[in-house]
């Protein structure tokens, strides 16, 4: 398996994602924004602020040019995991459904977080237990997860979604922190599994996260 760590001016989580994958021995690249071949299995589009969160968090990302082929390349038996700043992009592509607003309390939160896997029948997943509660910590201004009533349906009845809060830091929809695409390829969720890799740094439940993903690719 090969992945590849999108570098976004502004990107600030890429190295992090980087490590995790390298000491998982994966074979990982960083591809620049710039860039145009996206020749792996999974693609990560980093948590951070790309272009400063100009305009709309990921609204300017969207545009860049190593996204041009995104939607051919999502087609393919191939992963696209969206972190935070990721997961806004994907919903600015449109390639996962709803919208990230400003938070609630319209404040930049930063916390441990514990969280619902509420499926774990997908590649990202398939390590954790159904109903497991696990710790991810959160960092975002912008993580209210916005869907309307149909789409939260839809959502419901073709069980994408994939992670919900314990306790809602942001207002989001449903207690919803993370989703994945109709196809089950495409993830974006607000919470960092790979913050949530190394014993000091507090919690180790993103391990399962990361070797789902390998383990998904044999
Ligand atoms: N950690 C992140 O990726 C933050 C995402 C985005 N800049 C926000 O504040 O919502």
New binding site residues.
């Given amino acids: 398996m090969k992945a590849g760590v999108v570098v976004f001016p502004g990107s600030?989580?890429d190295r992090d994602v980087f490590d995790v994958l390298k000491d998982l021995n994966v074979d990982v690249k960083y591809i620049w924004h710039d860039e145009k071949k996206l020749d792996v299995d999974l693609l990560v589009l980093p948590?951070?602020?790309s272009y400063g969160?100009y305009l709309r968090?990921g609204a300017i990302a969207r545009f860049s040019r190593v996204l041009e082929d995104i939607y051919d390349f999502s087609q393919k038996d191939k992963l696209i995991l969206g972190?935070?700043?990721?997961f806004?992009i994907l919903t600015e592509l449109k390639l996962l459904p709803g919208a990230?607003l400003k938070n609630k309390n319209l404040k930049?939160v930063c916390s441990d977080c514990n969280l619902i896997v509420e499926n774990n029948n997908t590649p990202f997943t398939r390590l954790y237990k159904k109903g497991e509660v696990v710790n991810f910590p959160i960092?975002?201004?912008?993580?209210n997860y916005f869907i309307d009533d149909e789409g939260l349906k839809k959502l419901k009845e073709n069980e994408q979604i994939v992670f919900r809060y314990k306790v809602n830091p942001n207002g989001s929809t449903n207690d919803i922190a993370g989703i994945i695409n109709q196809k089950g390829n495409v993830l974006g969720l607000m919470p960092?599994p790979e913050r949530a890799f190394y014993k000091i740094l507090g919690s180790e439940d993103g391990v399962r996260f990361f070797k789902s993903i390998i383990s998904y690719f044999g």
Avoid: R
């Fill in positions: 600030n989580c948590g951070g602020f969160d968090c972190i935070c700043n990721g806004q990230l930049f960092a975002h201004g912008e993580g960092h």
